[in-house]
């Protein structure tokens, strides 16, 4: 046993993979946002315009998920933080659209 000696050393690692998961499901059934913030459209000619809500509302979720996918001390959470920003995002190309700008 290498940490023997510390007990609880990956404790806060184990806690922030809990915290993105369950943060990531709640995103998957549309509980994670405000109760004011606009669902994801069901029509596609109503895309373009319930996206910009939705992503205002998802904006300070994305900062801190951007953070935490390029500090390099939280390289074990970028699977997860990469997961929740999907969800938060919608889609593929929303997604690639936050990343790249």
């Known amino acids: 046993r290498m940490h023997a000696s510390d007990l609880f050393e990956e404790a806060a690692q184990l806690l922030l993979d809990a915290v993105l998961r369950l943060a990531q499901?709640?995103?998957?059934?549309?509980l994670l946002l405000p109760a004011h913030a606009p669902h994801a459209p069901s029509l596609p000619a109503d895309a373009e315009a319930g996206s910009g809500a939705l992503a205002a509302a998802a904006a300070p979720w994305t900062n801190i998920l951007f953070k935490m996918i390029h500090a390099p001390a939280l390289s074990f959470a970028r699977k997860q933080a990469k997961k929740l920003l999907?969800?938060?995002?919608?889609?593929?190309?929303?997604?690639?659209?936050?990343?790249?700008?």
Not at 86 to 101: F, H, I, Q
């Open 86 to 101: 999907l969800a938060l995002c919608g889609s593929k190309p929303r997604y690639a659209e936050l990343r790249d700008a």
């Open 25 to 30: 499901r709640l995103a998957q059934r549309q």
